[in-house]
Each structure stands twice: as structure tokens, then as C-alpha cells.
């Protein structure tokens, strides 16, 4: 009961230390898809030609130009792409490969479902390890 305690005491500041360090990062990049919708946004309104304009224009626009129109379905500053920031934030801050740093060496079953060995057994001397996760089909 007591070791459950601990664990989950130490889950949960390793979680808390996660949120405080992502912050600042996590607001630098909420503060650029702001800044990114604003200029788009400031940039549609200012290039929208006045009606008298638009009466006097006779040509149609292109077929492949969208139209000129602000709504929820192409901004990015959004809650649910915030809230993808902010997973793939965590996800990279808790991932086990860093670059500069040793590569993970994790277990590996083999298909006889026998022996177990780590993926790094398989390196032979100074000959580079491939792992290719590709399909046969």
C-alpha cells in the first residue's frame, strides 16, 4: 500500500515538473498560431475588394481561388489545436530517444516466443544496426 503511495506520489510530481517546464513553450506556440490567424485574417479583410469595386470588376475569379471568408473550419488557433500542441509537447518531452544521447534498448521476444534479448544484442561490432518496420505486402 505504502510503495502504491509512492508510486503514484512520484507519477504525479514527474507530471506536475512535465507541465511547469512545457509552459512557457507551450504559450510561445499558442501566442504564434494567434499571431499566424491574425496576419491571415488582417490580410483577407484588407484584400477584400469594397462592393463598388467588386460591382465594377467584371471578371470572375478563378475557379481554384477559395473564397475570401474567416470561419472556425480554417483557423489555427483552435482549441482542439491547442490541445494537439500541447500532446505532442508532452509526448516529446517524456519520449525515451533524445538526440545526442544513447539509444533506447528496449526488449524484443523473438517468434519461437523462447528466448528474450534486447534489440542492441543483435549489433555486431562497428557494423550499424537496422531496424526496418516496413510491410511485405
Known amino acids: 500500500m505504502l510503495h502504491s503511495v509512492g508510486v503514484h506520489t512520484l507519477q504525479l510530481l514527474t507530471q506536475a515538473v512535465a507541465c511547469i517546464l512545457l509552459f512557457p513553450r507551450f504559450l510561445l506556440t ?31 475569379p478563378p475557379p481554384d481561388d477559395p473564397p475570401v471568408c474567416v470561419s472556425d473550419s480554417n483557423r489555427m488557433f483552435t482549441l482542439e489545436s491547442l490541445k494537439a500542441v500541447w500532446h505532442g509537447q508532452k509526448l516529446d518531452f517524456f519520449k525515451s530517444a533524445h538526440v545526442g544521447s544513447l539509444a533506447p534498448n528496449p526488449e524484443v521476444i523473438q517468434l519461437d516466443g523462447q528466448k528474450r534479448l534486447r534489440i542492441l544484442d543483435f549489433a555486431r561490432g562497428k557494423r550499424p544496426l537496422i531496424l526496418n518496420f516496413g510491410s511485405c505486402t
Open 30 to 60: 499558442a501566442v504564434m498560431l494567434w499571431l499566424l490567424d491574425f496576419l491571415c485574417i488582417r490580410k483577407k479583410m484588407l484584400t477584400m475588394p469594397t462592393a463598388e469595386e467588386a460591382a465594377s470588376a467584371s471578371e470572375e
